[in-house]
């Protein structure tokens, strides 16, 4: 099933599955209000919730990391690119837990 993307009224953007059949159809937002299908750009990843080790951080919403990225000024800094930092930085652990061991 494909992923939609739906905005509300209120703001809130969320992702639905739902057959072909039924695109086009408004969903419900959490808000109870009719959301409409937008179109957005190709390659758009759903929020995974995901705890980042190297910021000892837990990002259950995109909203949340989005902020969070806002404090520290790593507005241009995707999730995947941040998973892939974080790749990286376990990577790394591993090898150096391996050499001192």
Request: hydrophobic share 25%; charged share 35%.
């Amino acid at each position: 099933m494909p992923i939609y993307v739906h905005l509300c009224g209120c703001g809130n953007r969320f992702e639905e599955y739902k057959p072909i059949s039924e695109a086009g159809k408004p969903a419900l937002c959490k808000c109870g209000k009719k959301a409409k299908q937008i179109i957005d750009t190709m390659g758009y990843e759903p929020w995974k919730p995901f705890y980042c080790e190297t910021q000892s951080k837990y990002f259950d919403t995109r909203e949340s990391y989005n902020n969070y990225c806002k404090k520290k000024g790593l507005d241009g800094i995707t999730v995947g690119e941040h998973r892939q930092i974080q790749q990286r930085a376990d990577h790394d652990r591993r090898e150096r837990r391996l050499k001192a061991s």
